[in-house]
């Protein structure tokens, strides 16, 4: 276990393996999975159960597998599942052991007829709806099926037919015979198998019946020895289910344990809703760096340790709630201060000549690029007559307290020397302020009056000569309010899309170290927020720049102003 994460009290997941340890269920073994459908790309709900399965099987020296939970064979693709054996990686996490649960449809199958002979389970006509009308509801029992007392034999020869295919899609199902009169409705004579002519990702058109998630989780879980199953607080009314298939086989009964899932503000966290977002276009793609995917956050710079010291900070809890979306951006924030070098980046553009600089004349200054780490060195920024700032770093009629540009105010050139303004030029036509004219003082090199004097203000520049043109996109939240989700009927969650959640900035001016910065590589533009190269759309020696993150968190402000 690195030491970066921070050490907590210990949940209520860790009290009952540390209680199961103490007593010797399993002999001190401690085996979880991390079990997802490849329906989709991963989100960052699934990385808060990822940081929780493999980092409980590291914290105890257990084990823990990936399974790919693939039963559902007109929503599964290769490309799924490839994402997410990478986006686990990226995460920090290796696997024990490698599955799928089409690995076990023919053990799956042999166990259903174990209990179809022990007439624990019947081949049922009932059409899909029959069965709905037919389940009951919270104060009235179900009704049994007409089919339920068929004699074992008929229900194996009917559920040999429908393996091999003589039946429409829907036609018949596989039943579990438990209780129509159960308060649980999970346990009023759920569906094992339904009827499916679909091709499968893995096994093709092997099978044309497929088992249900409930008859297919625990036993996968039971094979593969698993002491925890962890999953969220939706399946708390499927353990008595789990619990009955593993008690009527007879096998491994391993435990299933419920915790809250994550949600976030300002983000849709189902991938329902995200394959909807990629479809539709409103994102262009599922590494989108405004998607809340593993492979969108990996793109728009977060970092796996920042992934994972979020998760151990959110915890697990027995609760549904909603984490503020801020909780997860300071965690970046805060990984990203430690390690990002510090570069110079000019977003909004405006020139500045240093009336008294020599014409032609280049000077090399000393930069640090991490005062958080002085391993991190320092570089070499060029300087030259012809400079440029950002266009908010001056007013021609400042506000109170404004300690930058402005006529006759003197303000400090990080890392260079101190300016003082002199004259505003202004495009005749329309007013608008086209460059600045400044002095600067030789005595000042690196920032300091040798007299003494006092300057307020520190602001960003670059050499305009030397200056790397750049492509920089501001990234933002995907939606305009904290509970997208949060519609009156009829609604549409898409209304609340933030129109503002990515703006593109097409000529920003760099420091020109940034020309050889890699795909990838992130940095904090020093004042203006923490940014990284874009994996997809960089060219060699023309990066395009995602931000991160701001360097505050803009919209606190924002909402409470509202
Ligand atoms: P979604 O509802 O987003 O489609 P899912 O639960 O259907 O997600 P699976 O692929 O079945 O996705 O999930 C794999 C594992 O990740 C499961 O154990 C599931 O409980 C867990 N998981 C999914 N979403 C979250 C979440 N928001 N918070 C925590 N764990 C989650
Ligand atoms: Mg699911």
Redesign the pocket.
Known sequence: MSTEEPTRPVDFIRAIINEDNASGKHAGRVHTR????PN?YL?I??A??ICLNFGIAREYGGKCNLRF?DTNPAKEEQEYVDSIMEDVRWLGFEWDELHYASDYFQQLYDWAVKLIKEGKAYVCDLTGDQVRETRGTLSEPGKNSPFRDRKPQENLELFEQMKAGKFADGARTLRAKIDMASPNFNLRDPVMYRILHAEHHRTGNQWCIYPMYDWTHGESDSLERITHSI??LEFENHRPLYDWYVEALGIFHPQQIEFA???LTYMV????KLLELVRDKHVTGWNDPRMPTIAGIRRRGYTPEAMRAFCAEIGVSKYDGVVEINVLENAVRADLNKRAPRVQAVLHPLKVVITNYPEGQVEMLDAVNNPEDPAAGTRQLPFSRELYVEQDDFREVPPKKFYRLTVGQEVRLRWGYLIRCTDVVKDPATGEVKELHCTYDPATRGGNAPDGRKVQGTIHWVSAEHALSAEVRLYDHLFKVPAPEDVPAGVDYKTNLNPESLVTLKDCKLEPSLAQAEPGTRFQFERVGYFCVDTVDSKPGKPVFNRTVSLRDSWQKIEKKG
Not at 34 to 37: D, G, I, Q, T, V
Not at 269 to 272: A, T, V
């Open positions: 991390f079990p997802p459908e989709g989100h709900g699934h808060k159960s939970d999953c969220t899932r994550l949600n966290m189902s991938k329902r």
